[in-house]
C-alpha cells in the first residue's frame, strides 16, 4: 500500500549515511569523527524506524531505542576519553 | 481510511524528515570546523528522525483504524518511546562532544571571539 514511501525512504536515508562515511575516515580532528559516528547513529535510528513499518515488526523498534541508548553511552565515553584525566 | 487519504498524510513527513536527514549529512561537509558542523547535523538530524517517527506512528495509527489490531497500539507506543529517547540523547550527547572537543584543545576556526577560552585562561573553572 503505502510501504512503498517507508522504503524509499530507508533507501535515501541509507545514501546519507555513506555520504557521512566519508567525514568519519577524512575528519581532520577526533571530534569531527566523533561528530560524524553520532549522525550516523541518528541516521541508523531513523533507517531502522523506517525498515520496522516496512517489514511490519515491532521488534526493530525496540532494537533502535536500544541502539539508540547505546551510542549515546559511546558518545558520552569518547566524549569523557577526549577530555582526558578523571571525571569532574 | 482510504489509502490516499493516508498517502497524502504519510507523504509530508517523510519527505520532511528525509531532507533535513539529507541537509544534516550535507552539513558535515559545508562547514569548517567541529562547532559549526556540529550545529548543522545534530539539529537537522534530530528534527529529520522526528519527522520519520511521527510518520511510522501516523502509519501504525492509520493501521490500528483500519484493521483494529492491537499490535499496531504496541507499536505506536514503541516509536513514541523512540522518539523521546533520541530527543534526549541526541542534546545531550552533542553537547557532551562540544564541551570535551573544546577541553581538548580543539578551538573554533575563522572565530573573531572565544569567550570560553578567555575565561579558562583567567583561571576560572568554565
Known sequence: MNVFLFSWSAGILGVAAVLVLGRLVGGPTIPDRVVALDTMNTLAVAIMILLAVVYDSVVMVDVAVVYAALSFVTTLFIARHLEGGTGR | ?126
Not at chain 2, 513527513?13 to 547535523?41: E, K, Q, S
Not at chain 2, 534526549?88 to 577541553?103: E, F, L, P, S
Open chain 2, 1 to 126: 481510511m482510504s489509502a490516499f487519504l493516508m498517502f497524502l498524510i504519510l507523504a509530508p513527513l517523510l519527505a520532511v524528515g528525509v531532507a533535513f536527514n539529507i541537509l544534516g549529512a550535507v552539513a558535515l561537509y559545508r562547514f569548517p570546523d567541529v562547532y559549526t558542523r556540529m550545529h548543522g547535523t545534530t539539529k537537522c538530524t534530530t528534527f529529520g528522525t522526528l519527522f520519520i517517527a511521527f510518520g511510522a506512528l501516523a502509519w501504525s495509527l492509520g493501521r490500528l483504524a483500519a484493521t483494529g489490531d492491537g499490535r499496531f497500539i504496541t507499536m505506536a507506543l514503541h516509536v513514541g518511546v523512540a522518539a523521546v529517547a533520541l530527543l534526549v540523547t541526541n542534546a545531550t550527547g552533542a553537547h557532551a562532544i562540544a564541551r570535551a572537543a573544546h577541553r581538548s584543545g580543539v578551538g573554533p576556526r575563522q572565530a573573531v571571539v572565544d569567550r570560553l577560552a578567555e575565561d579558562r585562561r583567567k583561571g576560572g573553572e568554565a
